[in-house]
C-alpha cells in the first residue's frame, strides 16, 4: 500500500514503486544520452521465471535474472512485491521471460558489478498464489487457507533458490522500497542464515501511527483514497490489472470534491465496492485497537543476523516515521549486528535513479540520490555479500537540510542534542524564554465548512512538493495563528522529535489541532529559476523565494485521542487542557538571517479528514454534526504553550 510504492500512471499519489522516479534530463544531457550506446539487461542477464513451493503448497512466482558471464559466482539480491513481479512494456504490465524491464537493479552499478536480482509477487498478488493480507500479520492466532508469515515465505525462497539456481555464492540480500520496504522487514525476522545483508527503504511499519494510515489518529483522506480507489484485490493467479486507472474526481481540484461531499460515508460512496474492501477496515478502525497492533511489525523485528541498512526521506510524505521506528526497534533488538540509518532530503522513493537534487522549489545543492546510491547503499551490500572493503562505515546517514550537508552520527537521535523549547508568545512572537506578560491566549474561529487547505494549488491525490510548501498562503488566514521568532543570528539546527506542547480549548467538543514548524527566508534571498522566459511573450509570475515559507515539518493531533490513541474522550467546552504529541523528526538547520515559524490552525484539507467538531464517530459523522468552534491557545503564566525541540551546539 503505500502507501507503499504506487505503480506507474499514479505520479501524484501515494506510491512510487522502486526504480520508477527517473528525473527528466536536460536538453543537452538527453542528446549526449541518446548518442551514447543504450544499456541492455538482455545482453548482460537471462531472465527465468519460476513458482517457487511455500511449506504449505501455495507457490509464489519468481522472476530470477542471471548474469551471462558464468565465469564467477554471484549473490542474489531480492525484492518482494505486492506490485507486481512482471514488466511494464507499452504502456502496459506483461509477464513472460521475453520481457525485460530497462533496470532491475537499484543502481547501474549493481548491475555492472553482477547480482543474481530476483524479483517475486508475494502471496495473494498477481501471479503468486494465496490469499493476501493488508500488513501481513507476524503472530496472527489463526490463518485462513492460502494465508502466511512473510518470515517463512522468505526462508522458504531462499533454500528454493540455492538448491536450484547456479552460480551463486550462497549469500542472499534483500531490499525494496515502501511496501516492499514492509515484506524486507518482515522477511528477516528468525531470518535465514543465507541473508546477509537487507535494506527496507521507507518501510511502512505500523500504520496507525504516524504512517500510512493516521497521524495522530487523524485519517490521511486524500493519501488513502487515491490510493485504494487503485490498489485493490483480485482473484489470483493472475496477470491483471494491466494498467493502473486513476480515479475520475470530476474535479479539478481534490479540495473541492472532499468539500462536497463532506462526509466519509458520502466520500466513499463514490467509490466501487472492490475500491471500498480494502479502505473501509481503515477508514472503521479508528482507534488504535487489534485491527492495527496486529499489523504493527516493530514488535517482532527480532532473531534477525543480516546487516540492516535502513533509509528514508525527511519528505516522504507516506513512510516518513516508518524508517526511524524500524532502525529503532532492530538496533535495540538485536545489538550485536549492524543496524544502519539513512536519512535524505527525499519524497518517497526519491532515493531510486532519481537525482535529489531538488524539491519543489527547494534546492538541496547536490545530487543526493546519486551520492546515496553510490557511496552508501552499492558499498553496503558488496561489503555484506561479496566481502569488499567498505571504508567509513558510519551508523546514521543524517542529510542536514537548510545546510545541505550529509552528517554522520553514531545512532539517531544524536545524543548531543538538547532539549528546549520554543515558547509561543503574545502578538504572534516566537522565543526560547517564557512570555512575560500580555493576552492570555490566542484565538481563532475553525469552520468545518470552509478548511484550511494545506497547498495553495489545485491538486488530485498528494502532490509530493507539499512536504517543503510554501506557507503564506496559509499565514494570511484568520482560521491560521502565526508565531515568528526574531531575525536569527546564528545559525539553529534542529536534530530529532518535534514535540507541541499546548495548552487549549474549544467551544466543541472535539478538534485537531494541526502543529506547523515553518523556515522564513530572508527578505533579501536569490531569486530561484523556474524556466526561461519567453520574450515574445507576457511571462507567467515568478515564485518569489525571498520571505518563502517553507513547511520543515506539520502534523496533526486529533484532540479526542489527547490522552491516549485507544479511548476517544470528549473535551468539555472552553475548558482548559493540556496536549502533547510527537510529531516526526527533523535535521534542519535554520540559517542565519531565517525565521523560526510555528503556524497552528484546526483542518489541513483534504490531506487530513475533516473533524466535525463534535464527538462523533467521525466514519459516521452526518452532515448536521459539522459546526464552528472557537479555538484556543494559551500562553499565560502556569499554561504556557511552545514546541519542545532538539537543539545541536547549544
Known amino acids: 500500500m503505500t502507501l ?74 531480492i525484492q518482494r512485491t505486492p506490485y507486481s513481479a512482471g514488466v511494464q512494456a507499452d504502456g502496459q504490465l506483461h509477464y513472460g521471460v521475453d520481457y525485460y524491464p530497462e533496470h532491475i537493479g537499484p543502481a547501474q552499478e549493481f548491475e555492472d558489478s553482477g547480482y543474481i536480482f530476483v524479483k517475486q509477487d508475494v502471496r495473494g498478488r498477481y501471479m503468486s498464489e494465496g490469499k493476501w493480507v493488508e500488513m501481513t500479520p507476524h503472530a496472527a492466532s489463526q490463518r485462513a487457507a492460502g494465508q502466511g508469515n512473510e518470515s517463512q515465505d522468505m526462508h522458504d525462497t531462499v533454500e528454493w533458490l540455492l538448491k536450484n539456481v547456479a552460480n551463486h555464492n550462497g549469500k542472499v540480500g534483500i531490499l525494496g522500497t515502501s511496501y516492499p520496504g514492509f515484506y524486507t522487514s518482515a522477511s528477516i525476522i528468525d531470518s535465514h542464515p ?127 516515521q516508518g524508517p526511524l521506528s524500524t532502525y529503532s526497534a532492530i538496533k535495540r533488538n538485536n545489538p550485536a549486528i549492524y543496524s544502519g540509518l539513512v536519512m535524505g532530503p527525499w519524497s518517497h522513493g526519491a532515493w531510486n535513479r532519481a537525482d535529489g537534487q531538488s524539491l519543489g522549489y527547494v534546492k538541496f545543492d547536490a545530487k543526493t540520490g546519486a551520492y546515496f546510491r553510490s557511496n552508501i547503499l552499492y558499498p553496503f551490500f558488496e561489503q555484506h555479500l561479496k566481502g569488499k572493503n567498505n571504508k567509513g562505515v558510519a ?105 507541541p506542547r499546548l495548552f487549549v480549548s474549544t467551544t466543541g467538543t472535539d478538534a485537531d489541532w494541526i502543529v ?79 525565521r523560526i515559524m510555528v503556524q497552528i490552525q484546526s483542518s489541513w484539507f483534504p490531506l487530513v479528514d475533516l473533524n466535525p467538531q463534535t464527538f462523533v464517530d467521525i466514519p459516521k459523522a452526518k452532515r448536521e454534526d459539522f459546526r464552528k468552534a472557537t479555538q484556543r491557545i494559551y500562553h499565560a503564566p502556569s499554561m504556557y504553550s511552545g514546541i519542545e525541540v532538539q537543539v545541536l551546539g547549544k
Open 395 to 499: 551508523e546514521v546517514y543524517a542529510f542536514e537540510t537548510g545546510s545541505n550537508v550529509w552528517r554522520n552520527y553514531p545512532a539517531w537521535p544524536p545524543q548531543q542534542a538538547k532539549t528546549r523549547t520554543l515558547y509561543l508568545a503574545p502578538d504572534g512572537k516566537l522565543g526560547w524564554t517564557q512570555p512575560a506578560a500580555g493576552a492570555e491566549f490566542d484565538e481563532y474561529v475553525a469552520d468545518p465548512l470552509k478548511p484550511v487547505p494545506y497547498t495553495a494549488y489545485p491538486a488530485q491525490g498528494v502532490p509530493k512538493e507539499y512536504m517543503v510548501g510554501d506557507q503564506r498562503f496559509a499565514a494570511s488566514r484568520p482560521d491560521v495563528l502565526t508565531y515568528r521568532s526574531e531575525i536569527l543570528e546564528e545559525d539553529v539546527t534542529l536534530a530529532g522529535p518535534i514535540k
Open 194 to 320: 543465507a541473508i546477509k545483508a537487507a535494506s527496507p527503504q521507507a518501510p511502512v511499519t505500523n500504520l496507525y501511527m504516524n504512517d500510512d494510515s493516521y497521524h495522530g489518529g487523524a485519517f490521511m483522506l486524500a493519501a488513502n483514497f487515491d490510493f485504494y480507489s487503485a490498489f485493490v484485490e483480485a482473484p489470483n493467479p493472475t496477470p491483471l490489472p494491466k494498467t493502473w486507472e486513476r480515479f475520475d474526481y470530476g474535479e479539478a481540484d481534490g479540495y473541492d470534491f472532499f468539500l462536497k461531499h463532506l462526509t466519509l460515508s458520502n466520500i466513499t460512496a463514490t467509490l466501487s465496492p472492490t475500491q471500498r474492501a480494502l479502505l473501509m477496515p481503515t477508514i472503521e478502525h479508528s482507534t488504535y485497537d487489534e485491527f492495527w497492533k496486529q499489523r504493527d511489525i516493530v514488535p517482532h523485528l527480532k532473531n534477525i543476523k543480516a546487516a540492516v541498512l535502513t533509509v528514508g526521506g525527511w519528505y516522504d510524505a507516506e513512510d516518513l
Open 516 to 594: 506547523k514548524l515553518i523556515d522564513v527566508y530572508p527578505a533579501e534571498y536569490p531569486h530561484s529559476d523556474d524556466g526561461a522566459a519567453r520574450p515574445n511573450d507576457v511571462p507567467k509570475p515568478a515564485l518569489t523565494m525571498a520571505g518563502f515559507q517553507q513547511l520543515v515539518r506539520g502534523d496533526p493531533l486529533r484532540g479526542k485521542f489527547r490522552n491516549g490513541y485507544e479511548t476517544a474522550q470528549p473535551f468539555t467546552p472552553g475548558k482548559v487542557e493540556a496536549i502533547n504529541f510527537s510529531m516526526s523528526d527533523v535535521n534542519h538547520t535554520f540559517r542565519r538571517g531565517h
Open 4 to 77: 507503499r510504492a504506487r505503480p506507474l500512471l499514479t505520479t501524484l499519489t501515494l506510491s512510487l514503486a522502486l526504480g520508477l522516479a527517473l528525473a527528466q534530463l536536460p536538453a543537452a544531457a538527453a542528446a549526449a544520452d541518446a548518442a551514447a550506446p543504450r544499456y541492455s539487461l538482455r545482453e548482460h542477464y537471462t531472465k527465468y521465471e519460476f513458482r517457487i513451493p511455500m511449506r504449505d503448497g501455495v507457490r509464489l512466482f519468481t522472476a530470477v535474472y542471471v548474469p551471462k558471464d558464468a565465469s564467477k559466482t554471484y549473490p542474489f539480491l
